[in-house]
């Protein structure tokens, strides 16, 4: 029997999420619903045929912490993660407490925001920095990406038909500096992206550093982060200096790419975004210099 227009599904456990999605391979999942209404202008909402709310599945809003990793299921809101307090990263907390106001945070979801079609939205930077690894499932499979791969660009996340986020895991590393910028695009209340710095140090020894940008691109340039681990701190000036050339280089490579694949972004805003991205490595990298 065909399903009626704009018909809704409440699955309480896997077994019937995937049940009705066999039935209904054009339903779509429903978290918080704030990227499917956003942009709706009509008084009723255009919707989907199908829906799927995933309201009703615990399991997709279980947290637990071990010793090692705080884990999530895609339905936890983004309100709840900042108010687990100090045992959620802090540079994941600072980017989600940066997402829009308070009554947006409270409806959506982490899930949500890390699946977003057409551009990386703000959680994806300190994932991908965080090493963070996501569970994927569909009727028969089970299986664990990374943050990185599951949000590489061009092209939509790395899901498969009716294959679902359902987890997130996060390493607790201990990170002794972090810091995070949240950009905006000229003329427009669309966010220009988001970018993130993370540093773990050992007596006064640079041990490990990571820099992840998350927008209509992903950028980590692994060689320049490879070039301070193991210097001393502070570090010298013409190192530092070195590492902000390399950078550079990078973003002039990922300029390139980004007019190639032609991603929506114009040439003003890609020279913008540069300047953007440069200014905040430079004061980042020169705060922890001579």
Same mark, same amino acid.
């Given at each position: 029997?065909?399903?009626?227009?704009?018909?809704?599904?409440?699955?309480?456990?896997?077994?019937?999420?995937?049940?009705?999605?066999?039935?209904?391979?054009?339903?779509?999942?429903?978290?918080?619903?704030?990227?499917?209404?956003?942009?709706?202008?009509?008084?009723?909402?255009?919707?989907?045929?199908?829906?799927?709310?995933?309201?009703?599945?615990?399991?997709?809003?279980?947290?637990?912490?071990?010793?090692?990793?705080?884990?999530?299921?895609?339905?936890?809101?983004?309100?709840?993660?900042?108010?687990?307090?100090?045992?959620?990263?802090?540079?994941?907390?600072?980017?989600?407490?940066?997402?829009?106001?308070?009554?947006?945070?409270?409806?959506?979801?982490?899930?949500?925001?890390?699946?977003?079609?057409?551009?990386?939205?703000?959680?994806?930077?300190?994932?991908?920095?965080?090493?963070?690894?996501?569970?994927?499932?569909?009727?028969?499979?089970?299986?664990?990406?990374? /943050?990185?791969? !599951?949000?590489?660009?061009?092209?939509?996340?790395?899901? &498969?038909? +009716? $294959?679902?986020?359902?987890? =997130?895991?996060?390493?607790?590393?201990?990170?002794?500096?972090?810091?995070?910028?949240?950009?905006?695009?000229?003329?427009?209340?669309?966010?220009?992206?988001?970018?993130?710095?993370?540093?773990?140090?050992?007596?006064?020894?640079?041990?490990?550093?990571?820099?992840?940008?998350?927008?209509?691109?992903?950028?980590?340039?692994?060689?320049?982060?490879?070039?301070?681990?193991?210097?001393?701190?502070?570090?010298?000036?013409?190192? /530092?200096?070195? !590492?902000?050339?390399?950078?550079?280089?990078?973003?002039? &490579?990922? +300029? $390139?790419?980004?007019?190639? =694949?032609?991603?929506?972004?114009?040439?003003?805003?890609?020279?913008?975004?540069?300047?953007?991205?440069?200014?905040?490595?430079?004061?980042?990298?020169?705060?922890?210099?001579?």
């Amino acid at each position: 029997m065909d399903a009626v227009p704009n018909q809704v599904f409440f699955p309480e456990s896997f077994q019937e999420l995937f049940g009705f999605w066999g039935r209904f391979p054009d339903a779509v999942p429903f978290a918080g619903g704030t990227d499917l209404i956003r942009n709706q202008v009509k008084r009723v909402p255009v919707l989907p045929k199908n829906i799927l709310c995933l309201e009703k599945m615990a399991d997709l809003k279980r947290i637990t912490r071990t010793e090692r990793y705080l884990e999530m299921g895609a339905m936890v809101g983004i309100s709840e993660i900042i108010n687990l307090g100090k045992i959620v990263p802090p540079i994941l907390a600072k980017t989600l407490s940066g997402i829009s106001g308070p009554a947006l945070r409270n409806i959506a979801t982490i899930g949500g925001n890390i699946c977003h079609k057409e551009r990386r939205l703000d959680a994806t930077a300190p994932m991908i920095a965080l090493d963070a690894h996501y569970e994927l499932r569909t009727s028969s499979t089970a299986r664990w990406i990374s /943050a990185s791969r !599951f949000s590489s660009l061009p092209g939509p996340p790395a899901l &498969a038909p +009716q $294959e679902l986020l359902t987890r =997130i895991r996060i390493p607790l590393d201990q990170w002794n500096y972090s810091v995070y910028r949240k950009f905006k695009s000229p003329g427009s209340n669309e966010s220009g992206g988001v970018i993130v710095l993370i540093l773990k140090t050992q007596k006064d020894t640079l041990t490990d550093l990571r820099i992840v940008y998350s927008g209509n691109l992903i950028m980590q340039d692994r060689n320049s982060e490879a070039r301070l681990i193991g210097k001393q701190l502070p570090l010298d000036r013409k190192e /530092a200096l070195s !590492f902000l050339e390399s950078w550079k280089h990078y973003l002039q &490579a990922m +300029q $390139e790419v980004a007019e190639s =694949i032609k991603n929506g972004i114009s040439k003003p805003q890609i020279d913008l975004l540069k300047a953007q991205i440069s200014n905040f490595i430079e004061n980042a990298i020169l705060e922890i210099a001579d």
